[in-house]
């Protein structure tokens, strides 16, 4: 229980992700941990939400509260596990230098913290469910929380991002630099090669560390202004492309993650519905939405 | 007398209640609330006369405040955390703890104008939405007390924007639910003193929606 408690410590203080290895282009993430912890997350809120199927009036059932607790981490899982694939490719194929398991630490560590924030509103939820009787007020507070808590992961998981990029393009485009010089001179040895790579990576580090005091590079031009004119040619482009798919990639994980939660359902309990396990296949998200918004104040 | 100087302190974010990191003087500030609140509420609660609907409200108003604090602190952590400002959290918990405090001596300043309002009328519905005016009031005051207290912070870092209007938004939504189920607060005068009305569980937003609607003529119900 301790190390739980400390291990969601870490992963909200954002010590799960290495940050001076972001700064040398490397992603750092215990993976084990962090898989762990969000599990657990998930599992918490999932019995916040799943607290209004066990009270409901009518058809009130553990069973509903049992299966909502074990669908919210299932609902990441599964949404993981569709949107990923793609967003690995497409940012491959638009010049990402992150590697399959690079991409993967940092959704998951971003997935972890999406999971922190939801359970940190879980009382809130708890709160409204225990002291209203509107379901759905009660949909539409829990699509709100998902959505705030998505979004708020998603600024930091674009944070990591833009950091691990720049400094890949940094230590990638030096690297080039001063293999083309030691091309031309041929009495250096590959000794002092790696040396001087090593050089550049240390640079790298100093210059993302002088230019995020605590932090990754809010804007990208105030981190272009200070590289020379050679490198800020040859890595604008990938970054602006990478940004975008990212762009893309949450819309779609916002979308899936949404439909997702609409097969997955119930996951609050229709009052007048009694408990099972998934409803039939039918309507979408918006569909759901949607009554709910209109049902509201009737 | 020693509440008093804890009051004037807290009203000047001086010495004890000072703008920064450090202790957050719990104690001081939950004896400060609950007896100002107390205070607030038998005011309030004293449209009937009856003693007991005087009391229920005492106990509610301080119990009020302390809800929707307590029920909001899990999130604001843990966004504090997230956001990377948590050696900051100490100083951003004395600002909302200290205007959650302020609010309730707002309240217990402004006591006496629901008395005089009461023994002006005997209409419930003025008196009701008399009182929302002290609440206006001290809300006003306690975001003095804390733009006061989030101003270094947010200089610091403007991150600090983001979760102090994530707690305003939060407070609001869970203290205008709790505001809502606790009631009656005045006590109507053809009802029996209550501590909780019968149908305390039903949604304020939604309630309050339904009047505006039916206000502006979309519900004819």
């Keep these: 229980m301790a190390r739980i408690l400390t291990d969601i410590d870490r992963l909200i203080r954002g010590e799960m992700l290495d940050a001076p290895a972001l700064g040398r282009g490397e992603v750092k993430v215990d993976l084990r941990s962090l898989l762990r912890v969000g599990l657990v997350l998930g599992l918490v809120y999932g019995v916040f939400m799943g607290l209004y199927a066990s009270l409901r009036p009518a058809h009130a059932s553990m069973l509903a509260m049992v299966a909502t607790t074990l669908k919210v981490p299932l609902l990441f899982l599964l949404t993981f596990l569709v949107t990923f694939p793609s967003l690995y490719v497409f940012s491959t194929l638009m010049g990402s230098k992150c590697r399959l398991h690079e991409s993967l630490g940092l959704l998951i560590a971003s997935m972890g913290t999406n999971l922190a924030v939801l359970a940190s509103v879980g009382p809130i939820t708890a709160f409204f469910t225990l002291c209203t009787d509107s379901y759905p007020f009660l949909v539409l507070l829990n699509v709100f929380f998902f959505a705030l808590s998505g979004l708020i992961s998603v600024g930091i998981l674009s944070r990591s991002v833009r950091s691990l990029a720049r400094a890949k393009e940094i230590v990638a485009t030096d690297a080039d630099f001063v293999v083309e010089e030691k091309i031309v001179d041929d009495d250096e040895t590959d000794a002092k090669l790696d040396d001087e790579d090593d050089f550049v990576e240390e640079t790298a580090s100093a210059v993302i560390a002088t230019l995020t005091p605590g932090d990754s590079p809010e804007t990208p031009t105030d981190f272009d202004r200070t590289r020379s004119p050679r490198i800020r040619h040859a890595t604008a482009s990938p970054t602006d492309s990478l940004a975008r798919v990212f762009r893309a990639w949450v819309i779609i994980y916002g979308i899936v993650g949404a439909q997702m939660g609409w097969i997955l359902r119930p996951l609050i309990g229709t009052p007048d519905l009694p408990f099972a396990w998934f409803r039939p296949r039918e309507g979408s998200f918006l569909t759901g939405l949607g009554q709910a918004l209109v049902q509201l104040f009737r | ?221």
């Design chain 2, 1 to 221: 007398m020693r509440v008093l100087l804890e009051v004037d302190d807290l009203l000047r974010s001086s010495r004890a209640h000072a703008i920064g990191r450090g202790l957050v003087p719990v104690p001081v500030l939950a004896t400060v609330l609950c007896s100002a609140g107390f205070l607030y509420g038998l005011a309030m609660g004293s449209f009937n006369g009856q003693i007991q609907q005087m009391l229920y409200s005492g106990l509610k108003v301080p119990l009020l405040l302390l809800v929707a604090t307590l029920v909001c602190l899990p999130s604001f952590f843990v966004l504090n955390s997230v956001l990377g400002l948590r050696d900051d959290f100490s100083a951003a918990l004395r600002g909302v703890f200290a205007a959650q405090a302020t609010l309730a001596v707002v309240l217990a300043a402004t006591s006496p104008w629901p008395l005089l309002l009461y023994g002006s009328t005997t209409d419930y519905r003025l008196a009701l939405n008399f009182n929302g005016l002290p609440f206006l009031l001290g809300a006003l005051a306690a975001q003095i007390v804390l733009a006061r207290h989030y101003r270094p912070l947010i200089a610091r870092n403007r991150r600090q924007h983001l979760a102090l209007w994530t707690w305003i938004f939060l407070y609001i939504l869970v203290a205008m639910q709790s505001a809502w189920a606790m009631r009656p607060f005045v006590g109507d005068p053809s009802l029996e003193p209550q501590f909780f009305r019968d149908d305390a569980w039903s949604n304020g937003f939604v309630e309050i929606g339904r009047d505006l609607l039916r206000l502006g003529g979309l519900d004819r119900r």
